[in-house]
């Protein structure tokens, strides 16, 4: 029996009308994952703003946008992913294929782009720790130097002799940062062993005294001089121990204009400062005395 005209009306209005009603299902996904991801980046920012409104130096501040764009770029990820499977169950397309897919494709990108993700999942807590900022002096394993950049990718060093490491994130297993908070110039100073030590010390702290007075490094130093004493007795000479509180990144002049006038006042007061040598015995008996070996060089005159 063939079909009247209505009966096929109706067969393609009740089509159109699932069509429509698919359509419309689509939009409203589609405009809701906008508005969602609209409204989760301006929350973001927001929340952004008002921690970066905390701090006083310009680095945290690029380091809360830092973070925050981060944040950002991953609320929108997930949302467009999910938006997607919705939209395509939708349409009718079955998500389980394309899941089993994009696994087995991220498990193949996850091997060979491993250590990428590892420098951004090791920068993005380096960033949130705070554990590096820029202008800190920091050794990262075989790398010391200036911090002049912090990212998600690479930490970027610059060395004393002006030379540039870039070190990614993924190979930083320790942070060594030595100019958090304060700083000590540790100073080894070597006398020679006929020297009182005693004497010495009190020398020591007279020098630390007058560094410590000078308009110009007073307030490099937090801190009066601090000798721990006797440290060890080397080949040629007896180490004495001491150190200076320092502000943050001031420890290397601290010790440098120590270290000289410590070399004046040695030199004022007769206090050798020795260098390595070698004295040789004339080897007597166990109960004798071994004086050193009196040596003589003698010149052959001239014919």
């Not at 009740?14 to 689509?26: D, E, I, Q, Y």
């Not at 010390?201 to 490099?220: H, I, N, S, W, Y």
Request: glycine share 8%; proline share 3%; net charge positive.
């Amino acid at each position: 029996m063939k079909e009247s005209f209505w009966d096929i009306a109706l067969q393609l209005w009740a089509s159109m009308g699932g069509a429509a009603t698919t359509a419309l299902r689509v939009v409203v996904i589609v405009v809701a994952a906008w508005v969602l991801i609209a409204v989760l980046q301006r929350a973001i920012r927001a929340f952004r703003v008002r921690i970066a409104g905390r701090f006083d130096d310009r680095e945290s501040v690029k380091r809360a946008e830092t973070l925050g764009r981060v944040v950002r770029y991953v609320a929108a990820v997930v949302v467009t992913l999910v938006a997607g499977m919705l939209v395509l169950a939708e349409i009718g397309i079955s998500v389980t294929p394309i899941l089993g897919a994009a696994g087995v494709v991220g498990l193949a990108v996850g091997f060979g782009a491993q250590s990428l993700v590892k420098d951004y999942f090791t920068g993005f807590f380096i960033l949130l720790e705070n554990q590096i900022r820029v202008g800190d002096v920091v050794k990262l394993g075989a790398h010391a130097g200036l911090v002049e950049m912090v990212t998600l990718r690479h930490v970027q060093l610059r060395d004393y002799d002006g030379n540039v490491h870039f070190v990614p994130n993924g190979e930083i297993s320790t942070v060594v940062n030595m100019s958090r908070g304060y700083a000590q110039a540790v100073m080894d100073v070597g006398v020679a062993y006929r020297e009182n030590t005693d004497a010495v010390v009190k020398v020591m702290r007279e020098a630390g005294a007058e560094l410590r007075a000078d308009p110009a490094f007073a307030l490099r130093i937090l801190g009066d001089l601090d000798v721990a004493g006797v440290d060890r007795w080397d080949d040629s000479a007896v180490i004495i121990r001491c150190r200076f509180k320092c502000a943050p990144l001031e420890q290397w002049s601290v010790r440098r204009e120590y270290l000289r006038r410590l070399k004046m006042a040695f030199d004022a007061q007769g206090i050798e400062i020795p260098y390595p040598h070698v004295t040789v015995y004339a080897g007597e008996g166990k109960q004798g005395q071994a004086p050193a070996l009196p040596l003589r060089l003698l010149r052959k005159a001239a014919d």
